[in-house]
Protein backbone atom coordinates (compact mmCIF):
# COMPACT_ATOMS: atom_id res chain seq x y z
CA UNK A 1 0.00 0.00 0.00
CA UNK A 2 1.11 3.54 -0.69
CA UNK A 3 2.41 5.78 1.83
CA UNK A 4 1.54 8.94 0.77
CA UNK A 5 -2.36 7.67 -0.30
CA UNK A 6 -3.56 9.60 2.69
CA UNK A 7 -1.69 12.80 2.05
CA UNK A 8 -3.12 12.46 -1.61
CA UNK A 9 -6.68 12.36 -0.02
CA UNK A 10 -6.13 15.49 2.30
CA UNK A 11 -5.24 17.41 -0.89
CA UNK A 12 -8.53 16.74 -2.60
CA UNK A 13 -10.14 17.47 0.40
CA UNK A 14 -8.36 21.03 0.94
CA UNK A 15 -9.30 21.26 -3.00
CA UNK A 16 -13.02 20.71 -2.60
CA UNK A 17 -13.26 22.96 0.43
CA UNK A 18 -11.90 25.56 -1.54
CA UNK A 19 -14.05 24.78 -4.36
CA UNK A 20 -17.20 24.57 -1.91
CA UNK A 21 -16.20 28.23 -0.78
CA UNK A 22 -15.97 29.94 -4.04
CA UNK A 23 -19.28 28.69 -4.66
CA UNK A 24 -20.62 30.47 -1.57
CA UNK A 25 -19.13 33.75 -2.61
CA UNK A 26 -20.70 32.98 -6.13
CA UNK A 27 -24.10 32.91 -4.60
CA UNK A 28 -25.92 35.60 -7.32
CA UNK A 29 -28.97 35.35 -4.91
CA UNK A 30 -30.77 38.66 -2.89
CA UNK A 31 -32.51 37.37 0.44
CA UNK A 32 -34.51 39.51 2.43
CA UNK A 33 -36.39 39.41 5.95
CA UNK A 34 -36.59 41.02 9.91
CA UNK A 35 -35.93 38.66 12.30
CA UNK A 36 -39.03 38.61 14.68
CA UNK A 37 -38.14 36.18 16.81
CA UNK A 38 -36.01 36.91 20.06
CA UNK A 39 -32.07 37.12 19.28
CA UNK A 40 -31.45 34.23 22.40
CA UNK A 41 -34.96 32.00 21.23
CA UNK A 42 -34.10 28.43 20.25
CA UNK A 43 -36.84 28.99 17.22
CA UNK A 44 -36.21 31.37 14.40
CA UNK A 45 -39.04 33.75 13.33
CA UNK A 46 -38.10 35.71 9.92
CA UNK A 47 -40.78 38.09 8.52
CA UNK A 48 -41.44 39.23 5.18
CA UNK A 49 -38.93 36.14 3.80
CA UNK A 50 -38.23 37.05 0.14
CA UNK A 51 -35.35 35.83 -2.04
CA UNK A 52 -34.67 37.01 -5.52
CA UNK A 53 -31.97 34.98 -8.06
CA UNK A 54 -31.09 36.76 -11.20
CA UNK A 55 -34.44 38.89 -11.11
CA UNK A 56 -36.35 36.14 -10.87
CA UNK A 57 -38.42 36.24 -7.10
CA UNK A 58 -38.29 32.66 -5.68
CA UNK A 59 -39.35 33.76 -2.43
CA UNK A 60 -42.06 36.67 -1.81
CA UNK A 61 -42.28 38.32 0.99
CA UNK A 62 -43.63 35.31 2.83
CA UNK A 63 -42.37 34.24 6.62
CA UNK A 64 -39.74 31.48 7.33
CA UNK A 65 -40.43 29.64 11.12
CA UNK A 66 -37.67 27.38 12.05
CA UNK A 67 -39.07 25.58 15.61
CA UNK A 68 -35.92 23.86 17.88
CA UNK A 69 -36.64 20.43 17.80
CA UNK A 70 -38.21 19.81 14.62
CA UNK A 71 -36.81 18.64 11.28
CA UNK A 72 -37.83 19.67 7.90
CA UNK A 73 -37.47 18.80 4.06
CA UNK A 74 -37.42 20.93 1.06
CA UNK A 75 -39.55 19.44 -1.71
CA UNK A 76 -39.79 20.72 -5.01
CA UNK A 77 -38.95 20.21 -8.54
CA UNK A 78 -35.32 21.01 -10.37
CA UNK A 79 -34.27 24.42 -10.26
CA UNK A 80 -37.53 25.97 -7.83
CA UNK A 81 -35.05 27.27 -5.22
CA UNK A 82 -34.47 24.72 -2.87
CA UNK A 83 -30.81 25.28 -2.75
CA UNK A 84 -30.45 28.92 -3.39
CA UNK A 85 -32.76 29.04 -0.47
CA UNK A 86 -30.32 26.34 1.95
CA UNK A 87 -27.75 28.63 0.79
CA UNK A 88 -29.23 31.94 1.52
CA UNK A 89 -29.38 30.33 5.16
CA UNK A 90 -25.96 29.45 5.52
CA UNK A 91 -24.64 32.67 4.12
CA UNK A 92 -26.88 34.56 6.90
CA UNK A 93 -28.17 36.59 4.32
CA UNK A 94 -31.00 37.04 6.52
CA UNK A 95 -30.91 38.01 10.15
CA UNK A 96 -29.88 34.67 12.04
CA UNK A 97 -29.03 34.99 15.12
CA UNK A 98 -24.84 34.41 15.88
CA UNK A 99 -25.57 31.40 18.50
CA UNK A 100 -27.05 29.02 15.81
CA UNK A 101 -24.22 26.68 14.17
CA UNK A 102 -25.07 26.43 9.90
CA UNK A 103 -23.37 23.95 8.19
CA UNK A 104 -24.27 23.08 4.36
CA UNK A 105 -22.74 19.92 2.41
CA UNK A 106 -22.29 20.50 -0.77
CA UNK A 107 -21.30 17.01 -1.82
CA UNK A 108 -20.27 13.63 -0.18
CA UNK A 109 -16.92 12.01 -0.93
CA UNK A 110 -16.97 8.60 -2.41
CA UNK A 111 -16.17 6.20 -0.10
CA UNK A 112 -12.98 3.98 -0.42
CA UNK A 113 -11.36 0.99 0.95
CA UNK A 114 -9.68 3.24 3.62
CA UNK A 115 -13.02 4.85 4.77
CA UNK A 116 -15.31 1.91 4.05
CA UNK A 117 -16.28 -0.34 7.43
Known amino acids: MPRNKGK ?3 NKKVKKQKKNEEEEDN ?4 ATGVLSSEVMS ?16 LVNDTTLK ?3 GRRYGLIGLNGTGKSTLLKCLGQRLVPIPEHFNICLLYTSDAADEEDSV
Open 66 to 68: LNW
Open 27 to 30: NPAV
Open 8 to 10: NRG
Open 42 to 57: RDVKIDHFSITLNGAQ
